[in-house]
C-alpha cells in the first residue's frame, strides 16, 4: 500500500471512532431516571401552601417618652412684700417645711400689732365684766340674808301684836315696809347679775372676734415665711433680695421645686397598642444620656382617653429616681414587650398580596382558588395578623401572584409547621 492510502485509512479510522464515541455519550436515558424526572417536574409543579394559625400576639414596642418630675411647684408668695432674704439657689436639694425665702411687709406687720391690742383689750373688759358678776353676787347674797333677817323680825313683831296692846300699830307697819324693802333690793341684785352675765355673754363674743382676727392675721404673717411643701430640687430662681414680689400669676413665680427621687415617664401608647396596657406591668427604656444602661419603671396611671390627633393614649409610668441619674425633661425609649390577651389570626407576610390599595388572600379550597379580601393587623416576626373571612386552618397559598387566577383548579403542596419555619429563615437570610 502506498503512503498516501496508509495516511487516508488512519484519518478514516479515527473518524470512525469519534463517531462511535459519540453515539455511546448520547445513549437516551434509562425509565428509572424518566420516571424520577418526571416527579421531580410534577412535586416542582405543584403550588406551596399552609395553614392558617392563631395566636397571642407578642412584640416588641418601641415607643418614645419623656420624663417629668413627679411633683413640680411653682413658689409664689402669698402676700405682696419686699424679700428680705432667700436662703436657696438653683439645683439647691430641699427637704419639707425648709425655710427658702423671708419677705417683709410693714402694713402687715402694724395689722398684726393693731389686732393683737384688740385681743389684749377685749381680755381685758371680759376679765372687768367677770368682776363686777362677782361683786354683784356678793351684793345679792347680802341682799338675800338681810331679807331672810327681815322677814324672821316680820314674823317676831306679828306674833306679839297678837297680844294687845304690846306691839303698836306703826311698828307692825315698819316691819311689813322693811321685808318689802329688803325683797326690793334683792330682786334688783338679781337683775343687775343678769344684765352683767348678758354683758359677759357680749365680751365674750368680742374676745373670740378679736381672737379669731388676731389668728387670720397672724397666718397671714406667718406667710412672709417661705417653707418648701416637699422634698426636692430648686430648678428655677427669679427673685433677689429687695425684690417686690405679689401674688399675681402674672410675674413669675420666686422659686420652682420638683421632686426628682421619683419621676413620671410618659408614654403616648399608639392606639393598636393599648389592649395589652395593664396596670403595674414594668416596662423598660433607656436614654441617650447612658447609653447601654436599662432603665425600668411601673405602670401606674392610664388615662382610658385618646388624643384625637395622636390617636394615643397617655400612660404614666413611675420611675425610682434615687441616685438622680434621670433628669426631668429626658426624652426616652420605651421597650415593651406587648402581648394582646386573646388570640387572632397569623399568616406568613408572602401570603399577602397587595394590589390597587386592596389587600388579599388566596384561598384552596378542593384544589380551587378563592381570593379573599383580608386587613392586615400587627407584624409578629415573619408572620402578619390578618382579619377578613377566614379561619383558623385554612390552606392559603404560601406565594400568590396575578397569574393565579379565581376559581382555577390547583394542584398544593401542603408544608408543614417546620418546612415553613425554614423557608421563612431562609427567606429572612436573603
Not at 86 to 112: C, F, K, M, T, W
Not at 306 to 318: N, Q
Amino acid at each position: 500500500m502506498s503512503s498516501n492510502s496508509q495516511c487516508c485509512f488512519v484519518i478514516f479510522v479515527f473518524f470512525i471512532g469519534i463517531l462511535l464515541s459519540s453515539c455511546s455519550l448520547s445513549e437516551p436515558p434509562s425509565h428509572d431516571q424518566v420516571s424520577q424526572q418526571n416527579q421531580d417536574f410534577a412535586h416542582e409543579s405543584k403550588i406551596e401552601t399552609i395553614l392558617v394559625s392563631s395566636n397571642y400576639l407578642k412584640k416588641k414596642i418601641y415607643m418614645t417618652a419623656e420624663l417629668s418630675a413627679f411633683r413640680e411647684v411653682p413658689i409664689y408668695p402669698k402676700v405682696q412684700g419686699f424679700v428680705k432674704d432667700i436662703l436657696v439657689d438653683r439645683g439647691s436639694p430641699v427637704h419639707s417645711g425648709q425655710v427658702l425665702v423671708n419677705i417683709i411687709a410693714p402694713e402687715l406687720e402694724a395689722n398684726y400689732r393693731e389686732s393683737q391690742a384688740k385681743y389684749e383689750g377685749a381680755k381685758s373688759a371680759l376679765l372687768q365684766v367677770k368682776s363686777k358678776i362677782e361683786g354683784l353676787i356678793a351684793q345679792k347674797d347680802e341682799a338675800e340674808a338681810k331679807l331672810e333677817a327681815d322677814e324672821a323680825n316680820h314674823k317676831r313683831v306679828q306674833h306679839a301684836a297678837k297680844t294687845v296692846g304690846a306691839i303698836a300699830e306703826i311698828d307692825l307697819e315698819s316691819a311689813e315696809k322693811t321685808v318689802q324693802a329688803s325683797k326690793a333690793r334683792l330682786r334688783s341684785a338679781q337683775q343687775m347679775i343678769q344684765t352683767a352675765r348678758q354683758e359677759l355673754e357680749s365680751e365674750k363674743a368680742r374676745v373670740l372676734a378679736a381672737e379669731q382676727a388676731l389668728v387670720s392675721v397672724g397666718q397671714i404673717k406667718s406667710y412672709l415665711t417661705v417653707r418648701a411643701p416637699f422634698n426636692g430640687i430648686v430648678s428655677e430662681r427669679n427673685v433677689h433680695e429687695g425684690s417686690l414680689v405679689s401674688s399675681s400669676p402674672s410675674n413669675p413665680p420666686m422659686l420652682k421645686i420638683e421632686e426628682t427621687s421619683k419621676l413620671r415617664l410618659l408614654v403616648p401608647v399608639p392606639e393598636a397598642a393599648i389592649a395589652g396596657i395593664k396596670q403595674g406591668e414594668t416596662m423598660t427604656f433607656v436614654v441617650p444620656a447612658f447609653v447601654g444602661k436599662v432603665f425600668s419603671g411601673v405602670v401606674t396611671r392610664i388615662s382610658h382617653t385618646l388624643e384625637r390627633k395622636s390617636r394615643t393614649m397617655m400612660v404614666e409610668l413611675d420611675v425610682l429616681n434615687l441616685k438622680k441619674d434621670l433628669q426631668p425633661g429626658m426624652y426616652a425609649e420605651v421597650v415593651w414587650d406587648m402581648s394582646r390577651p386573646y388570640k387572632t389570626l397569623f399568616v406568613p407576610s408572602s401570603a399577602i398580596l397587595s394590589n390597587n390599595d386592596r389587600t388579599y388572600i388566596l384561598r384552596v379550597r378542593k384544589n380551587k382558588v378563592e381570593r379573599i379580601l383580608v386587613d392586615r393587623g400587627q407584624l409578629m416576626g415573619n408572620l402578619v395578623e390578618i382579619v377578613g373571612d377566614v379561619k383558623e386552618g385554612d390552606e392559603l397559598v404560601l406565594h400568590p401572584s396575578e397569574e393565579i387566577k379565581p376559581d382555577s383548579i390547583v394542584e398544593t403542596r401542603l408544608l408543614t409547621p417546620d418546612q415553613l419555619q425554614k423557608t421563612l429563615d431562609a427567606n429572612q437570610e436573603d
